[in-house]
């Protein structure tokens, strides 16, 4: 069928109308008009893919990764990056409306940096193919299983791409285990040293000397930490996390501790959320991680308390607290899920900051944050229809949005990234 692209959706496809069905189609343009091959179809709803460009975008441009419409990992490379920004927030707005029934006219702050080499993180997968001699590194295509071999990512930072580089050489040399079935690597703030995380079928047998051998190959890699993919297992070759330096302090960051994936936007993104809690006597930071925005907001409240579920991230943001005295001397780490804590929690705080998970909040949660009646909430969000949902919950308990920024924390992806700050009426 010929479908004429109306609008970008969340999620990355392009969305059309063709004899009453809605029509999904990946890697297009608004505007463009497209010979589609359908790949999916039911009563209302098909998905297909672009069998011929009828009549594409001007905007259109050649990607810059020989993997794009293969890997899975990018949606938008076909998109000048200014026309992505563009798009994203047409989507933030539209899907606020749409979920949370919030029509937003005022201006939505835009906080962008470099569309490539941005990523501090990666996950690969390891798998032997059909065509090769050796296991192959890469990446699964978009909702599948079947891996696509990678020589090259864009969107990583150059260590990174070093480091992928390494193990592929590994691989074909047979210097890794035919039981590794994924690596994960996470490169400090100046891009030097990197966390490296092989998880295996079963736990190599020499795995000091095989730690030896990679550390030869790689040895910007300070720690590494070898596990079973069922995690039953673990063997820990270095001091178990890296330093990562944002806006003038220094954090612990540890081999299963979330923290910002692109490195060009953690600071600025740090800045907005201190600016928009202002000061006060107390404050809490929900999903603290390891302390990217409670560190800072030590400096303008009397007393913060962190709260934080993953133990090896509140150890984390404790060790931070602790180097950092003289910034964070009234931080309280508290382990313990963010919901079981507002159970308890009876205090009226000055401000509350939340960076949920993409589930975004319980109804349950949201409804103890607003009946808490902070003056202030900071709603960062990597997930717009959540975010929309939480959204409509505290506008209905009592508070309005002062203003909203959107982080393009990663570029030719749909993933959109929002600060969101709240005022009780």
């Given amino acids: 069928m010929e479908v004429t692209i109306e609008k970008l959706i969340y999620g990355g496809d392009g969305l059309a109308h063709h004899d009453g069905a809605t029509v999904f189609v990946p890697?297009?343009?608004?505007?463009?008009?497209?010979?589609?091959?359908?790949?999916?179809?039911?009563?209302?709803?098909?998905?297909?893919?672009?069998?011929?460009?009828?009549?594409?975008?001007?905007?259109?441009?050649?990607?810059?990764?020989?993997?794009?419409?293969?890997?899975?990992?990018?949606?938008?490379?076909?998109i000048p990056?200014?026309?992505?920004?563009?798009?994203?927030?047409?989507?933030?707005?539209?899907?606020l409306r749409r979920i949370g029934k919030i029509d937003w006219k005022?201006?939505?702050?835009?906080?962008?940096?470099?569309?490539l080499n941005y990523r501090n993180r990666a996950q690969w997968k390891v798998r032997e193919t059909d065509n090769s001699a050796s296991p192959q590194i890469g990446y699964?295509?978009?909702e599948s299983s079947a891996l696509v071999p990678i020589e090259t990512c864009p969107i990583l930072s150059p260590r990174l791409e070093e480091t992928l580089r390494a193990i592929r050489m590994m691989l074909a040399g047979a210097a890794l285990p035919p039981s590794l079935r994924e690596v994960e690597a996470f490169a400090d703030s100046s891009d030097e040293s990197i966390l490296l995380t092989p998880s295996f079928a079963q736990m190599p047998s020499a795995a000091a000397n095989l730690a030896a051998a990679?550390?030869?190959?790689?040895?910007?890699?300070?720690?590494?930490?070898?596990?079973?993919?069922?995690?039953?297992?673990?063997?820990?070759?270095?001091?178990?996390?890296?330093?990562?330096?944002?806006?003038?302090?220094?954090?612990r960051v540890s081999h299963f501790s979330f923290f910002q994936v692109n490195r060009f936007l953690a600071g600025e993104m740090a800045t907005a959320v201190a600016s928009a809690?202002?000061?006060?006597?107390?404050?809490?930071?929900?999903?603290?991680?390891?302390?990217?925005?409670?560190?800072?907001?030590?400096?303008?409240?009397?007393?913060?308390?962190?709260?934080?579920?993953?133990?090896?991230?509140?150890?984390?943001?404790?060790?931070?607290?602790?180097?950092?005295?003289?910034?964070?001397?009234?931080?309280?780490?508290?382990e313990a899920d963010s919901l079981e804590f507002l159970r308890r929690f009876r205090e009226t705080p000055d401000c509350i900051v939340l960076d949920p998970p993409r589930a975004g909040l319980s109804p349950e949660g949201a409804a103890r944050i607003a009946k808490?009646?902070?003056?202030?909430?900071?709603?960062?969000?990597?997930?717009?229809?959540?975010?929309?949902?939480?959204l409509a919950a505290f506008i209905a308990g009592g508070y309005e949005i002062a203003s909203i920024d959107f982080f393009d924390l990663f570029p030719q992806t749909f993933h959109i990234e929002t600060l969101v700050k709240l005022q009780r009426h």
């Fill in 372 to 390: 808490l009646a902070p003056p202030r909430i900071v709603y960062v969000s990597c997930e717009p229809s959540t975010l929309a949902r939480d």
């Fill in 214 to 251: 990679i550390r030869s190959a790689m040895p910007w890699a300070a720690s590494i930490l070898f596990q079973t993919v069922s995690q039953s297992r673990m063997e820990l070759f270095g001091p178990g996390h890296i330093e990562y330096i944002v806006n003038g302090i220094t954090f």
């Fill in 277 to 334: 809690v202002g000061e006060g006597a107390l404050a809490l930071d929900l999903f603290a991680g390891v302390g990217l925005f409670s560190l800072p907001l030590a400096q303008s409240f009397k007393h913060v308390i962190a709260v934080e579920s993953n133990p090896v991230a509140a150890r984390d943001c404790e060790a931070n607290a602790a180097a950092n005295r003289e910034r964070a001397g009234k931080l309280e780490i508290r």
């Fill in 140 to 142: 699964f295509r978009a």
């Fill in 106 to 115: 005022s201006p939505i702050t835009t906080h962008s940096g470099s569309p």
């Fill in 81 to 95: 990056y200014p026309s992505q920004l563009r798009y994203k927030e047409e989507i933030l707005r539209e899907t």
């Fill in 27 to 78: 890697y297009v343009i608004p505007g463009e008009v497209v010979s589609i091959e359908t790949t999916e179809r039911k009563k209302k709803f098909v998905r297909g893919r672009t069998e011929r460009m009828v009549s594409p975008s001007p905007e259109r441009t050649l990607p810059p990764c020989p993997h794009f419409h293969v890997c899975g990992g990018c949606h938008y490379q076909h």
